[in-house]
């Protein structure tokens, strides 16, 4: 069970370090990320992009001027090269840098370099909640928008692989809805119960699944022994899945505005771990992001 980011870090640390692979990488901030993962004894990096836009901003944030670098100027072939180092065992996590989004997924999912898997890319997203004991796991509130049953099931496990990878290998996983009563015109209740089943059947994990539910029973043994519900993982879940980005989203925002949790996510789903830190993030999310990252790399 890890308690909080400060050991998601140490975890990382111990394991030792691993490559990280950066696409587009002419960004200070990225670069500062990078830059506090390797002083933290986290990883190794390869540069791939401008180089003569990348070497001067390596002294601007301290990184050795002998750091692997990689030239490609446009941008689409560098995030191709990027996600090739990946695929050939040269690095072992991929980072997006200063590249637009859709340019890094579409490396990502290319036929002949890319990262697939045959499941869905899909958002794992961490709290450390204040009071809480352990961190809290969320998907997907930053990928799929509206995903279909059998969508949900590769969110479902591809959260449950990187689960394992950071050593939660009996996770209490709460399929998320408005209540526990299964309605026709709620299909998210539905989906819910089917991936239960589907869990009985295919065993996706050898931890508990619960649907559907509803967060106040997730979060609260409580609120459930008040409604009645019988439930063995209430009060105790480690990951919880959203039914829509929009239910993921909100319960986030309201997690790090109301609540004043740290949050940071990886992009699961690929045979690799994917960070994509938003620009917005700060120094110690960027770290945290690539701590969680370097933890979820399979060894």
Excluded: W
């Amino acid at each position: 069970m890890l308690q909080n980011f400060r050991e998601v870090l140490e975890k990382a640390r111990q394991k030792g370090s691993v490559t990280v692979s950066v696409a587009v990488a002419q960004d200070l901030e990225v670069l500062a990320a990078v830059k506090a993962a390797q002083d933290a004894g986290l990883i190794r990096s390869i540069l791939v992009g401008n180089v003569d836009l990348i070497k001067p901003m390596l002294s601007k944030v301290g990184l050795p001027l002998d750091t692997p670098l990689v030239h490609e100027e446009d941008d689409s072939q560098a995030a191709l090269i990027a996600v090739s180092l990946v695929k050939e065992g040269k690095a072992d996590i991929l980072m997006k840098g200063m590249v637009n989004s859709g340019t890094f997924l579409k490396a990502v999912l290319n036929s002949e370099v890319g990262l697939r898997t045959g499941r869905l890319l899909s958002h794992l997203a961490v709290f450390e909640i204040p009071g809480e004991q352990k961190l809290a796991f969320h998907t997907d509130g930053g990928m799929n928008i509206a995903p279909t049953l059998e969508e949900k099931k590769d969110i479902l496990i591809n959260a449950l692989i990187a689960l394992k990878a950071l050593g939660i290998d009996h996770p209490n996983v709460a399929i998320l809805t408005a209540n526990e009563m299964v309605n026709s015109k709620m299909p998210a209740t539905v989906d819910a119960q089917t991936l239960v089943t589907l869990n009985e059947k295919e065993h996706f994990t050898a931890g508990i699944i619960e649907g559907p539910i509803a967060m106040d029973v997730a979060a609260s043994k409580q609120a459930a022994e008040h409604k009645g519900i019988k439930s063995q993982i209430a009060g105790a879940v480690d990951l919880f899945v959203v039914p829509n980005i929009e239910a993921g989203n909100l319960v986030g925002k309201t997690l790090v505005y109301y609540a004043k949790a740290k949050n940071v996510g990886i992009v699961v789903g690929a045979t690799h771990p994917i960070v994509m830190a938003s620009r917005s993030a700060t120094a110690e999310e960027k770290l945290n992001a690539i701590a969680l990252a370097c933890l979820a790399v399979p060894r």
